[in-house]
């Protein structure tokens, strides 16, 4: 046993969750958008995306157009939803931008969706990012680890074995 | 010095950078295609536009507190040609006419809002044209009132791709027509359900 390389191979194992951190916040910072690659769990955007679907997200515009997919949040829920801009209506004076969104496979419109009493989004609270690029159905292993149990553990037995058993 | 966790990482590796390479492959033809069929400059005709206001008064068309709202409804011809945003990376267009207005009450308040939508799946019914086509959504504004307002109207796309970035864009030819004022019988009808 020893100790100095112990301790280097503890090193480097935090290194390497540091700089995935890293990556992942500064991809925040350029995209200004606190989860700039998210994965579809729905179908609601059906035929265009399907549920494992991975997206990546921009929010630097400042305002959105029709026809734009956003993913917003809605106050008191903890799902984002990724759904196509129907209405927009901006005021130059202030800068506000009032947004209604539909799902292209949902038949009515998303205000039934929204927070209490709230009949539009607000661009600059709500939203989280506009769709920008799209990679299909690579993010199903994130829903898998998510949803089963089991699915969990043997990846975290996987990762504690190669841990345990690499060297250099 | 050959391990089985070595070996894994280097098979791994290849494959992640040749998927890398395939993607971006594929994304560079697409685009090189959009821009060689000149998709980004496609014509469209909107034509025939008919606007009609309704006055509603259930909050399922914009009603607060079963205050009238004016809601628009347009009748319209379409034809378009969208063949060239068809190739191997498109998975389906999404077509939509948009109307674009100025607030009434407060000028600085720019609309555009979406007054008919498809999808479209493949080259075979990339070619649009229908008549006497009624929206598809009923439209409301911020404002109360709707009437007497400028539409311009334009037909829109957008790509979604097998993989790689979203396209967007819009067609030449747009179409401008104000919207009548709503006749007093509607407004008559309101207030007897009221």
């Known amino acids: ?168 | 010095m050959f391990s089985l966790s070595q070996r894994f990482q280097q098979t791994s590796n290849q494959a992640l950078s040749f998927a890398i390479f395939a993607a971006a492959f594929v994304v560079a033809t697409f685009w090189a295609q959009l821009y060689m069929e000149n998709a980004f400059h496609l014509s469209s005709s909107v034509s025939n536009v008919k606007p009609s206001i309704n006055v509603r008064t259930s909050r399922y068309y914009g009603s607060i507190n079963g205050k009238p709202k004016e809601n628009l409804k347009v009748s319209f011809d379409l034809n378009a040609d969208l063949a060239p945003l068809f190739n191997w990376n498109t998975k389906q267009v999404f077509v939509y006419v948009t109307a674009a207005y100025n607030g009434k009450l407060k000028p600085g308040v720019k609309s555009e809002v979406t007054l008919w939508d498809s999808i479209i799946t493949d080259k075979e019914s990339s070619q649009i044209s229908l008549s006497n086509m009624k929206s598809k959504y009923s439209i409301w504004d911020v404002e109360e009132k709707l009437s007497e307002r400028e539409l311009t109207l334009k037909l829109h796309w957008n790509i979604q791709p097998w993989i790689g970035s979203l396209v967007y864009g819009e067609t030449e030819g747009q179409s401008t027509v104000l919207i009548p004022q709503s006749q007093s019988t509607q407004k008559t009808k309101v207030k007897a359900t009221q």
Do not use: C
């Open chain 1, 1 to 168: 046993m020893n100790l100095r390389l112990e301790l280097t191979r503890f090193l480097n194992l935090w290194f390497a969750l540091a700089s995935a951190f890293m990556f992942w916040k500064g991809l925040s910072i350029v995209t200004d958008s606190h989860s700039p690659i998210v994965v579809v769990l729905s179908g609601s955007m059906e035929p265009a995306f399907q549920r494992g679907d991975i997206l990546f997200l921009w929010n630097r515009n400042t305002y959105s157009k029709v026809g734009d997919i956003v993913v917003y949040e809605v106050d008191g829920k903890d799902i984002p939803i990724v759904h196509r801009v129907l209405r927009e209506h901006v005021d130059e004076r202030s800068g506000k931008q009032l947004l209604l969104t539909k799902g292209d496979n949902n038949a009515g419109n998303d205000i039934p969706l929204y927070a209490k009493r709230k009949v539009y989004l607000n661009k600059e609270k709500d939203i989280v990012g506009t769709v920008k690029g799209y990679i299909p159905q690579l993010g199903y292993v994130t829903i898998w680890i998510s949803e089963n149990r089991y699915a969990k553990m043997g990846l975290m037995a996987l990762i504690g074995l190669s841990a345990l058993l690499s060297n250099e």
